[in-house]
């Protein structure tokens, strides 16, 4: 056997009758030769699970998908799942607590870590950096205290990185607890997405190698050179509350003369999409479609799409 994939909720009888079923399976298994494991995914309910975390900590182990519900803020991640299993190229562990600890994992490639709490920002930085070959990140904090308000990325072979802090619209009321400073230096970073409050965001490398940006809501105080420097990035998606406001544009003079703007001076535009009001009359609309449509690009690859 070479893959298991167990959650507690679809065992009949509940979790009583999933921990009987896990310690009769490690009692058969500790009689004859032990599996040999090299995926695992986990879902349970109940707080203790280090020994099942040792038991699937082999050095065969590449994948390890660890979900525990609800959170528990508690129980310490077993450092046998760092000390032996060198093969690891994919973890998750969702809803446990990470202790500072120091760790290696050699090989892995990809890691997300998702409503966890950690004994202090250091042991965040150094689990990262403890990842010589890392190419995939993505964090997801808990709303509240999980131990981590500075997230510190360094990594030079990370190329997709993923951070969302979990608040909602009803968080959201100037508590600073809720907010996370970003500081990334990650030379190679192609795709980069940032959710939710994001107080603030430094990236201390170039970032002329993203080709892949989203920005999502609540992102404040990014400097001026960070979308300077993401000015060329082909795939880019920012929610309208990460733009700062200095100037409004209204009545239609105004608004031709910004999407004469755009159409004229973009370089590789593929697509302008224009929403016209439904309240306009429709002879009217008809006209300036007609106008827009006839507009002139830089860019020849450019479709103007009036809806």
Known sequence: MSEIDLDTCK???GPHAFMSFMEKFLDSSSRVEKPCLHKVKLTTVEDDFTRWIDFVATPELEHLDFECKPVVSGTLM???LYTCSPKLRHLRLHGVFLGSTSVSLPCLKTMRLENNTYADEACLE???SSCPLLEDFSFVRMPGSCGV????????????????TGVHDYDFQNNDRISVKVLINAPRLKYLNLCDFISECKTISNVGSLTKVNLGRYCDNVPDHF??????????????????????FGGLPAEMKLVRYFAENS????????????????????????????????SSACEIVVC
Do not use: W, Y
Request: a positive charge.
């Open 78 to 80: 077993p450092l046998r």
């Open 227 to 248: 979308f300077t420097g993401i000015s060329e990035v082909r795939d880019m998606k920012i929610a309208g509350s990460a733009f700062r406001i200095a100037s409004t």
């Open 149 to 164: 308000n500075v997230l510190r990325v360094h990594s030079k072979t990370l190329t997709s990185l993923s951070i969302e």
């Open 126 to 128: 150094l689990l990262i």
């Open 11 to 13: 065992f009949r009888g």
């Open 267 to 298: 370089v590789v535009l593929k697509k302008l999409s224009l929403r016209l009001k439904s309240s306009m009359d429709e002879q009217d609309s008809v006209a300036l479609r007609d106008i827009l449509l006839a507009l002139p690009t830089l």
